[in-house]
Each structure stands twice: as structure tokens, then as C-alpha cells.
């Protein structure tokens, strides 16, 4: 038997479960506290709702939702409209609910393998609850392929479904860089090769790792500006919050910084890489290789992710990135 329990804010959930809520989401987070301050960093029209699964083998969750619960209007309506719709729910008050667990496979819903057929009808439960709520007029969620039965579609009014490939992980199963690079296909290996050859001959680069996001600038010409205009961006502020070990990874002049990366250890061998910042000249693909080389002179890594939204997919299985299958599902009212 299943059973969930709810939450409204991640700062509820006991700070017993949070370990095995880090094994857990591995795959997805380098740590609890990436999720805690999306939590905190959310807009004011953002509200959320967290579910543990809990199984009856263990007092350990064996499963994990979060729903981001967003107003879609915050307008205010004329006055005569308030008078005549004063039984009605009015725009400023609806929400669209999606479930989605911050990261780098943005899925809502994580649950143990074994698991997974037991918390379908807690999950079915949990849809169905946020689709008849009147302020809800439309919810989405996207989940591993392996778990497509997780949601009944035959009980879901004209849902929009979608199947679909992403990259997942890059796994390590090269002694070295220089065996992985030359493991690529020939033509992509030359290009990197290449790639590296032209910024080092127009910028004098050299590489640079630091444990601290104001090393990075120390003695640089423009390491002043770079560093207040590079530490307001919000998707650093996560990291320059976080308990946990960061290394930021440079693309570097004697004057200035090219390229920046973060690479985040997490738990069970995974390890997690943003592109946060790059010049226009400095080619994409390199900026993917200075997370590559880390993760191969990290010995405790053996799958890399990358976080970045929007990311060339095409890129990321050219460079050996494995395929994950996810299937996507709207329902609007």
C-alpha cells in the first residue's frame, strides 16, 4: 500500500527524509538545497505542492512530486464585470498547475522502479484532485517513458500527449579526455580540436577552476564589471547560495573572462555542469568540453548532466550523451 503526504513549502518536509530524498533525485539535482532555493527565488504569483510516496517496505519516501502552482493573470478586472461575475472566479485567480521537478530532466514525478506500479492510483489521485479545482484551468506533467502508466489517459478529457527523445547523461566510460575525445566521431573531434586552436590564437586563453565565484576575477582588467554584471544573473544565485562544494570552470584572457561553467558534484556518482556566461565568439561546443574535462579528472563522477534549458540536443548526443524517452501530458479545461 501507498501513501502520500503533502506538503506547501519544502522547509515542512523532516530533515530525516532529506537524504533519501537526495538519493532519489540523483538523476535530476545535485542536492536538496537546489530545489529549496527555486522555492525561495519563486515569483510572488508562484505557489507549491509537494508529495512524498511512501511505501509499506520502508520509512524512507520511494517517491517524490513537486507541482509549481502559477497564476496566469494577475489584471485586475472593470468594475461592472465584478458586479455581473461576482459568482465566478475571475482571471487573477486561476492557476495552471506543472508538475516539474527543477533540474536537468525537468520531470514531475520521481518513484522507485519497484514501486511504480503500486503509486499509480496515488498519482491518478493527486491529478484528479488539482483538475477538478475551479481555480485550476490547466495542468501538465512530464515523466519518464517507462512510467507511462502512471496516469490513466483514458479517464483524462482531450489531454494533448507527446513522446519525445532528450539527452540524459554522458557517462563515463573513457580512462581519460584525451581517450574520450579521440573517441568522438572523427569529424566532431576535429572540430573541437579546431575550436580549441582558434580562441587560443585570437585570445591567449587559459583554462581556469576556482572554489570561489570572486576568485574568478582577481587580477583580471575587467574582472570589476564582469563580476557585478555575472554575480546579479539569476541562474548563478543558486550556486553562490549552495552548501555544497561548486567549482566554476573559466574560458580565460589576461584581461577578462570568455566563458564560465559550474560544476556541481551530487550524490551517487552524478555530476551536474550550467553554462552561465560565454563572449558571442567563444564556440558552444567548447564550452561543453570544459565540463567534460572536469568530469573526467573528477574521479568520483561517472555520469554527467547538463542543466542548461534550451541546450542543443543534437550537440549533446553528438558528444555521447544517452537518449532519455519522456512523454509530456497537457489537460486544459
Keep these: 500500500m501507498i501513501i502520500t503526504q503533502q506538503y506547501n ?10 537524504p533519501e530524498l537526495e538519493d532519489l533525485l540523483a538523476d535530476c539535482i545535485p542536492s536538496f538545497q537546489v530545489l529549496k532555493n527555486y522555492e525561495e527565488s519563486s515569483c510572488e504569483a508562484t505557489t507549491f505542492s509537494y508529495f512524498l510516496f511512501f511505501g509499506d517496505r520502508t520509512n524512507a519516501p520511494i517517491g517524490f512530486a513537486q507541482v509549481e502552482l502559477t497564476n496566469i493573470s494577475k489584471n485586475k478586472k472593470p468594475l461592472f464585470k465584478k458586479i455581473f461575475r461576482k459568482n465566478e472566479l475571475h482571471d487573477e485567480y486561476k492557476k495552471s498547475a506543472q508538475w516539474k521537478i527543477p533540474g536537468c530532466l525537468e520531470e514531475g514525478i520521481v518513484i522507485r522502479p519497484t514501486y511504480v506500479k503500486d503509486a499509480k492510483d496515488k498519482t491518478n489521485k493527486i491529478f484528479s484532485h488539482f483538475q477538478e479545482r475551479d481555480d485550476i484551468i490547466s ?37 581519460s579526455y584525451e581517450k574520450y575525445l579521440n573517441s568522438l566521431n572523427e569529424d566532431l573531434a576535429y572540430k573541437i580540436k579546431q575550436s580549441w586552436r582558434s580562441v587560443q590564437k585570437e585570445y591567449q586563453f587559459k583554462l581556469g577552476e576556482y572554489d570561489s565565484f570572486k576568485e574568478c576575477f582577481t587580477y583580471k582588467k575587467s574582472g570589476a564589471v564582469q563580476y557585478k554584471e555575472l554575480k546579479a544573473l539569476p541562474a548563478l544565485q543558486k550556486y553562490l547560495k549552495s552548501e555544497q562544494p561548486v567549482y566554476y570552470l573559466t574560458l580565460e584572457s589576461a584581461d577578462e573572462l570568455l566563458a564560465l561553467v559550474v560544476f556541481s558534484p551530487g550524490r551517487s556518482g552524478n555530476s551536474f555542469y550550467e553554462i552561465i556566461q560565454t563572449c558571442n565568439e567563444c564556440p558552444q561546443i567548447l564550452l561543453h568540453q570544459l565540463a567534460i574535462i572536469k568530469f573526467y579528472d573528477f574521479e568520483a563522477g561517472h555520469k554527467l548532466h547538463c542543466i542548461n534549458p534550451g541546450t542543443d540536443k543534437e550537440l549533446l548526443l553528438e558528444l555521447g550523451f544517452t537518449k532519455r524517452e519522456q512523454v509530456f501530458i497537457k489537460v486544459a479545461k
Design 9 to 18: 513549502s519544502l522547509n515542512e518536509i523532516d530533515v530525516e527524509f532529506i
Design 139 to 175: 495542468q501538465q506533467l512530464r515523466f519518464p517513458k517507462i512510467m507511462q502508466t502512471i496516469i490513466q489517459m483514458d479517464q483524462l478529457q482531450a489531454p494533448i500527449q507527446d513522446s519525445y527523445s532528450i539527452p540524459d547523461t554522458l557517462i563515463k566510460n573513457q580512462s
